[in-house]
């Protein structure tokens, strides 16, 4: 599984520059971030949906969220390019205390939030870009980091006050209701220890509780529901087996192939000429 991009292992910003098509499988975001989108679009995937930016774009991710990127250029207009900028709990804990934050509300916010328009987003960008160049390795340093670590904070509070309690809100997340986390969350394909520490539970408790409600390991409920979404997503017009394999958590499409035909019988490409329907899953 790939990490959220990071540069440098001491770093907390990233710049990102593909003349290519680029997709980045499995990402997992373990602090808040801000995406800023200099030139291109790109395509972000989480439990709630499909998201599509542009070049201009300002995206907050949660902290503790699961996602899928594609970074695309824009014919004619260069290659992709953004900027992430990580806002770690240390930081974010230093900051409340040094300016005495208040204790808020946690708030509830989605995991993927596009930002409205906004002089200071703006200028913390602007003023990034120039790393932003074609030399590899590029970085402002920890104290210019830092400094812009500051000046994002400042800005999202501005945006909105109400995200206070999204920033600052550093309990560790309780138990949550498994069978809703599993079913938003399966296209993922991540080890089981981080379906666990995302669901609040020890590995040992994450299974327990798993064979408690599905009946079956984790490994093949995971597979079969996989397996269940791939031959329903095959079923569209248009849906082709190189669409569908990543689409639901499979990372090598000729051992999604071979798995698929193992469960159904036929090859991917012959799904649409089936009248099957798969078993449903737990």
């Given at each position: 599984m790939n990490n959220f991009p990071s540069p440098k292992l001491d770093s907390d910003v990233l710049f990102v520059?593909?003349?290519?098509?680029?997709?980045?499988?499995?990402?997992?975001?373990?602090?808040?971030?801000?995406c800023h989108?200099?030139?291109?679009?790109?395509?972000?995937?989480?439990?709630?949906?499909?998201?599509?930016?542009?070049?201009?774009?300002?995206?907050?991710?949660?902290?503790?969220?699961?996602?899928?990127?594609?970074?695309?250029?824009?014919?004619?207009?260069?290659?992709f390019q953004a900027i992430f900028l990580l806002l770690p709990q240390p930081f974010l804990q230093a900051y409340a205390l040094q300016q005495a934050l208040p204790a808020s509300d946690a708030a509830t916010h989605e995991p993927v939030r596009l930002l409205p328009e906004h002089?200071?987003?703006r200028g913390l960008?602007?003023?990034l870009q120039p790393y932003l160049g074609e030399e590899p390795g590029m970085d402002p340093g920890k104290t210019l980091t830092h400094l812009k670590q500051t000046e994002a904070v400042l800005a999202l509070l501005?945006?909105?006050?109400?995200?206070?309690?999204?920033?600052?809100?550093?309990?560790?997340?309780?138990?949550?209701?498994?069978?809703?986390?599993?079913?938003?969350?399966?296209?993922?394909n991540v080890p089981i220890a981080r379906f666990a520490q995302l669901t609040g539970r020890s590995v040992s408790t994450f299974q327990r509780d798993f064979y408690k409600h599905f009946g079956m390991a984790?490994?093949?409920?995971?597979?079969q529901r996989r397996l269940e979404a791939a031959h329903a997503a095959l079923l569209l017009p248009g849906k082709k087996t190189s669409d569908v394999y990543l689409e639901v958590g499979f990372e090598d499409v000729a051992h999604f192939?071979?798995?698929?035909?193992?469960?159904?019988?036929?090859?991917?490409?012959?799904?649409?000429?089936?009248?099957?329907?798969?078993?449903?899953?737990?």
């Open positions: 520059r593909k003349p290519d098509k680029h997709c980045v499988p499995q990402a997992y975001v373990p602090d808040h971030t801000l989108i200099v030139a291109g679009e790109m395509r972000l995937v989480a439990a709630a949906g499909a998201h599509h930016y542009q070049a201009g774009n300002t995206v907050l991710l949660r902290r503790n969220t699961l996602v899928k990127l594609e970074k695309r250029p824009v014919p004619g207009q260069g290659p002089p200071m987003l960008f602007q003023s501005t945006l909105d006050p109400a995200l206070a309690g999204w920033l600052f809100d550093f309990a560790e997340a309780g138990k949550l209701d498994l069978a809703a986390f599993m079913h938003q969350h399966y296209i993922f984790p490994a093949l409920w995971l597979r192939s071979r798995t698929f035909k193992q469960a159904f019988g036929y090859n991917p490409s012959q799904a649409a000429r089936q009248a099957l329907v798969p078993a449903r899953v737990g």
